[in-house]
């Protein structure tokens, strides 16, 4: 498979009145033309906002991406000016944010928010913008589409409005589709509609999706392949099915441990990963998952941990975890 989008060395800092947060440091990965790759890690690893940089919304000040390169296609989004990184956001890089409700506009009609895009990016003229406004409203699952696309955010319910935002991401048929936690703000029932209907549209459009979640069902599911993230780096990654069946490192072994499985007697409790998050701002020497880890040892705590191959197309950074 070809490579689509390459993401090398990528830090993004944010400077605040009590110093630098690293958010992301040296994070690298790959995304293949058609290929659903996951960024997996509880909350405040750095997934989300790497996937901002990659399309350069950061908010300049307090954030600022410090290294790194983002390949599309053999040009680096980094380099290009803010005009030209507009042209490539939405119509060939496109993104579904978490929260439905904050990211629509509360004050514009679907309608609007819909054909603006298919408007500038692909050319259409009103009616035409309109009319495949409400396919892509249909094509979603959304009924009556051509009376709703008249109505505002807040007549959707949240179910609905992931459904819009899906719909706006297909609509300019991108190369790559970010994900952000999509099906947050709904429930089980409708996450495993909204997810599946993801799969199904960008199979059929061969469309690049990197999925951004916490939930490691839906990566067993959907994602090719892995990456694990803690503290701002990428600390395991892998195929999914390998990551899953012989996890590399203590991290990805707690995220696992801490899922409720089925077949599992329901008198098992689940095992959750002791101790907080490390402060980004002052991370611990060596590893600096150390300060959580049951496995850690004295060179835990000193130097800097590469990743490196610990099986065939399967990556870790533990010392510990590695097997020979």
């Known amino acids: 498979m070809s490579t689509v989008l390459q993401v090398s060395d990528l830090s993004t800092h944010f400077h605040t009145q009590d110093g630098v947060v690293k ?5 690298s990965y790959e995304v293949a033309k058609g290929e659903v790759i996951a960024l997996v890690g509880e909350s405040g690893c750095g997934k989300t906002v790497s996937a901002l940089s990659i399309v350069r919304l950061i908010q300049e000040p307090p954030g600022r991406i410090v290294s790194g390169q983002v390949i599309f296609n053999g040009t680096d989004l980094l380099k290009l000016s803010r005009q030209a990184v507009r042209k490539v956001r939405g119509s060939e890089i496109a993104m579904i944010f978490q929260e439905p409700m904050t990211s629509l506009n509360p004050v514009l009609t679907i309608r609007r928010q819909m054909t603006e895009a298919l408007e500038i990016h692909r050319g ?28 505002y955010p807040h007549n959707f319910s949240g179910g609905m409005r992931q459904r819009v935002m899906m719909a706006m991401a297909i609509s300019c ?24 209907m993801l799969h199904n549209i960008t199979k059929d459009l061969d469309t690049a999706v990197i999925l951004i979640t916490h939930n490691l069902g839906i990566v067993a599911r959907y994602a090719r392949r892995v990456y694990v993230m803690y503290a701002g780096r990428i600390v395991e990654h892998g195929l999914a099915q390998a990551v899953y069946h012989d996890p ?16 599992e007697p329901r008198c098992v409790r689940l095992v959750p990963i002791e101790g907080q998050p490390p402060d980004l701002i002052a991370p611990p020497l060596g590893c600096q998952f150390h300060p959580r880890c049951s496995q850690a040892q004295d060179q835990c705590r000193e130097g800097t941990l590469e990743l ?17």
């Not at 259409?124 to 396919?135: P, W």
């Open 248 to 263: 590399r490192h203590p991290y990805t072994e707690g995220l696992l441990c801490s899922v409720p499985r089925l077949d």
């Open 173 to 196: 048929q991108p190369q790559v589709i970010i994900a952000d936690e999509p099906t947050t703000a709904v429930d089980v029932t409708i996450q495993a509609q909204l997810l599946e």
């Open 23 to 27: 958010a992301v440091e040296h994070v």
């Open 124 to 151: 259409m003229k009103r009616q035409e913008a309109l009319d495949e406004a409400i396919r892509l409203l249909e094509r979603v699952g959304i009924t009556q589409a051509e009376r709703r696309i008249k109505d």
């Open 308 to 324: 490196v191959e610990v099986a065939p197309g399967h990556y870790s950074s533990c010392r510990m975890a590695r097997k020979e």
